[in-house]
């Protein structure tokens, strides 16, 4: 449900979810797990797609079977190919943020084995992240234990407390047990604890990349200090790119020690699986997931207006999208969401409690997830759905089969397997030009920073279908109820 990758156990009767308990590690969740994790597997039984869909004349959805969908999928594509064989067109591949490894994998496969330049984009990655080879700049570098030693933190744009709960209990016991200070920039908020509020806009970070804010003198005495700054941040149109190149001279100029062994600067994501979606781009071969900023955004460079064919993989949160009336739209998913909503042909998918899949949490560490259950109806593996939809006809190019070794050497070991379970990569630092950093504090914005999130108990397909988080948001807004 969040970027930690808590360890949980799942108990089932049948096809009956009954209870999610946390399992013991102490380096992600402990033994802690957050309540919307705990208590939102009833959602994993309403509006669930369960049979193949098409959108009929009349605008209404009509099940269809998996022969079906795979005629109707291949004769879409040569329409398009006769249709515009002169000017062309784009297909794109939009990957939602708990989307595993393994399947982007897959559709990045038979993406490029069937479209000449396939667009690949990952929602919620925003372009300044997206676009970088370094790995730092979307990892939490400093780890989830190695956040307790910390002996001061700041925070930029960032609510640790409902963006990532378990991030969250970590400061809190630095700050109750070893005296580590918290300073925040951004919204108001109550962390549980302590915290000195610097600013509500990215103009302090002016000051302090340029030594003249009160806390840069803690900073440069602290011996372990540590930057946050959240993953919605960067997502801001006007300055995000500018935020992370100053929030990285910060953590150059006050964190970084002179064997390089620390360097204290992390990027805290939103979503489950995003590092590991984003470490498929490590390939100067090939296109990668990381080039394009999210569809979520103002970015006028995807020309959505060439866009023929997209291709919804579990993602749901796509506003901005300005498609002609002749674009097709496919959605993979396993509920009944946004994406399904405006979708020409719906598949319906597994949810992470039916696959065996591989994740990345926020820090990078590799994780696997087991089946406890099979999807409900005629619903598939995401894998499995690829291969049945573009079949063995359509033959792959020479990229088309790069498998985890080339691309995302990040999740391997020195064998050329998967790396093994709860093994973290190393991270390198890097630094900016100075040129770089004054431009970046010169594109500052004033504009205060948004809550980055806005309802904690339903921000995916999963909560917004659980009748306990529904009632969870009730009490959670007073101003909600009758009287």
Known sequence: MDSVGSNIRVD?????????????????????????????????????????????????????????????????VLRLDRNYREQGYEAHAILGPYVDTYAALKLRAQFLSRFANPVFTIQDQPSAAAANDLRHDYVLSSTLVGLEDADIVLLVGCDPRKEAPLVNTRLRKGVMHQGMQVASIGTRTNLTYPYAHLGVSPKALAAIVAGEHPICSALSEARRPALIVSNRALQREEDGSAILTTCRAIAHRYMRRDDGAYTGFNVLQNSANAVGLAELGFCDDHAGLRALSCAGTADKSLAWSRAKLVFLMGADDVDGMSLSDDAFVVYQGHHGDRGASIADLILPGAAYTEKSAVYANTEGRVQRSKLAFFPPGHAKNDTEILAALFGEDWMPSEDADVGLDLLSPALLDEDRGLMPLDAISAVEDA???????QSAVNALGSSPFAPPVDNFYMADPITRASTTMAKCTRLNKPNNFDF
């Open 12 to 76: 089932t009767r049948g096809a009956e979810i009954m209870r999610v308990l946390p399992r013991l590690n102490e380096d992600v969740n402990e033994e802690w797990l957050s309540d919307k994790a705990r208590f939102s597997y009833d959602g994993l039984k309403t509006q669930r797609l369960k049979q193949p869909m098409m959108r009929g004349a009349k605008g209404a959805l009509v099940p269809i079977g998996w022969d079906k969908a795979r005629m109707l999928m291949k004769h879409v």
């Open 431 to 437: 630094r900016s030009s100075d040129f770089a950093v």
